[in-house]
C-alpha cells in the first residue's frame, strides 16, 4: 500500500503526513552511518510509517478536526502551540516531528505499540523460577516522542496527557 500524505488540504485516502523517503533522509541525517536498522528501501520504511500512524491516529489532540469525515486528526481547527493558534489547513510542524519519532523507535524495536517483555534477572529451568529486574519497565521510554507529541495533545486538568 502506497502512503497518500495529507497537506493540511484534507486529501482524500490520506494515510500518512510523511513520506518514506523523507522519513529516510531524516533519520540519515540525524543518525548517518551509527544507524544499523535502516528499512532496506521505501516501501519497508512506508510499513513502519502506516504502523507508526495508528499509535498517533490513536491520541487525543487539542481542537477539533477541520471536517467530521477527514480521513486523519490533522488538519484540526483550536490548535495552540507555543501559544500560538495553528491554522486550520495546516499540519503542525510538531505533527512531522513527532511522525519521524514515532517511525524511528518502531525501527529500532521501540515502537509505541510492539509488544515489550519484562527484563528478567535470573532464570532456573528445573523447578522453573523467574525473576524480573526491579523497578524494570514493560515499556521502554521514548523522550523524543513525548517532547514533540506533548504541543499537541489535549490537556485534561492542567497536565498534559501522557503517551
Known sequence: MSLIIEDGSIVAGANSYITGAAYIAWADARF????????????????????????????IFQGLMVEEDQPLQFPRDGVWIDSWNIKNNEIPREVISSM???????????????????????????????EYMDNSSSRSVVPAVSAYMKKLLARSMGSVVRI
Open 100 to 130: 519521524y519519532e514515532l517511525v524511528y523507535a518502531d525501527e529500532t524495536g521501540n515502537g509505541m505499540l510492539s509488544v515489550v517483555d519484562r527484563e528478567t534477572k535470573s532464570e532456573r529451568v528445573g523447578d522453573l523460577e523467574i
Open 32 to 59: 548517518g552511518a551509527a544507524r544499523t536498522t535502516a528499512p532496506a528501501d521505501v516501501a519497508a520504511a512506508e510499513v513502519i510509517i502506516l504502523r507508526s500512524m495508528r499509535y498517533f491516529e490513536a491520541q
